[in-house]
């Protein structure tokens, strides 16, 4: 597999007219070659892929590195690109401008004073937003792993118990489950913390009438999930059981319009449309969502703002909430699967309103 997506991101280099990419985003490292430490470097040429790391890693690359030659050297890594690769010095090199740092490119320049690199973006971040089998199947039982836990934390959401409390059940419950770790920190907004798209959990008790939104996630196999449901714990204000009614069917339009060859724009608008002419488009103040990976936020990004268009194969979050200030909030989220004419919504979690 490794072989393949290097063979792929090679048949781009020409039409960029690079000679060689410099990868230091270890995701896309993974993603290329199968590393999962977190020191290195790849570098890709027409004709060959280099993978750099140090003496740390020796044994690791050796099991994990495929379709590159690996390099163990003892100083820093892009010294070696000079040291024991040596960059002829005519080459165009493409670097990962929104993921190498100043000064590391900085110290590039210094090596080879004579190379020029050429800011690039999306190369290998396309190959990466359409998932192969192997990826789907990790991506679902991630979202399965999550589902399970959201199904048993419920349990636990009551008057009287602190939303840092429910986020320590996530945490924990994922890594019961065999996680690896959280996706992100776990969000537990209650009351008019639900307005507070991310907020982070705090001591503030639950309380008696209030709505409560999680948004969690793990990472297994190197994959992610990432699932927000919002529930009522007694019942609640009578606006707020009516803006969640708009929230699930705005959702719900946003799944079923999802297909290959569909402009993320566009399902942004279908979403976004239906929650405006209910009045509350003020109150949904972010994007539909995201693509989902080796990174929890990767692209295609589903926004108002996306040039991007879904292919099969893609999978993404499909996320809209409505915030209102001193009252509270709702969000609903599914990981989806874009096929050709269609989608699969991965969750299995339930979408009508819970009341505990």
């Known amino acids: 597999m490794s072989s393949q997506r290097l063979h792929a991101l090679r048949t781009r280099l020409s039409s960029a007219r690079l000679d060689v990419l410099l990868i230091s985003f270890l995701p896309h490292i993974r993603y290329l070659t199968g590393f999962t430490g977190s020191n290195g470097i790849c570098l890709v ?29 003892p100083a820093s890594l892009y010294e070696a690109l000079a040291t024991r690769v040596g960059l002829t010095l005519k080459e165009r090199v493409g670097i990962q401008e929104q993921y190498l740092p100043v000064g590391e490119l900085n110290k590039l320049k210094k090596l080879f004073r004579k190379v020029r690199f050429v800011p690039t973006a999306g190369l290998v971040e396309s190959l990466a937003a359409v998932k192969d089998d192997d990826e789907i199947a990790k991506i679902t039982a991630a979202v399965k792993l999550t589902d399970e836990v959201f199904d048993e934390v419920l349990t636990f959401i ?17 890594r019961l489950k065999g996680a690896e770790a959280d996706a992100f920190e776990p969000i537990v907004a209650s009351g008019v913390r639900g307005a507070l798209p991310h907020a982070r959990a705090t001591r503030k008790t639950i309380r008696k009438g209030e709505m409560v939104t999680l948004d969690m996630g793990c990472r297994l196999n190197g994959y992610h999930s990432d699932l927000t449901r919002t529930v009522a714990v007694g019942r609640p204000p009578a606006e707020m059981r009516r ?55 990767e692209a295609p ?12 194969g893609n999978i993404v979050t499909i996320e809209p909430g409505i915030y209102i200030p001193n009252l509270g909030g709702v969000r609903i989220e599914d990981n989806v699967v874009i096929r050709d004419g269609t989608a699969e919504v991965l969750n299995r979690a339930p979408k009508e309103l819970l009341i505990l």
């Open 158 to 174: 009551k008057p009287g118990v602190k939303e840092l409390d429910i986020a320590a059940e996530v945490s924990y419950r994922h």
């Open 301 to 312: 990004r589903l926004s108002k703002l996306s040039k991007e268009t879904l292919v099969s």
């Open 243 to 297: 803006v969640y009614g708009i929230v699930r069917e705005a959702q719900q339009r946003a799944v079923d319009a999802a297909a290959g060859g569909l402009s993320a724009r566009a399902l942004d608008a279908v979403a976004r449309s239906f929650i405006r002419r209910h009045g509350y488009g003020k109150y949904f103040s972010h994007s539909l969502g995201h693509g989902l990976g080796l990174q929890v936020h």
């Open 45 to 73: 040429t027409r004709t060959q892929a280099l993978f750099l790391s140090d003496g740390r890693y020796r044994q690791q690359a050796r099991e994990e590195v495929r379709g590159a030659r690996v390099i163990i050297v």
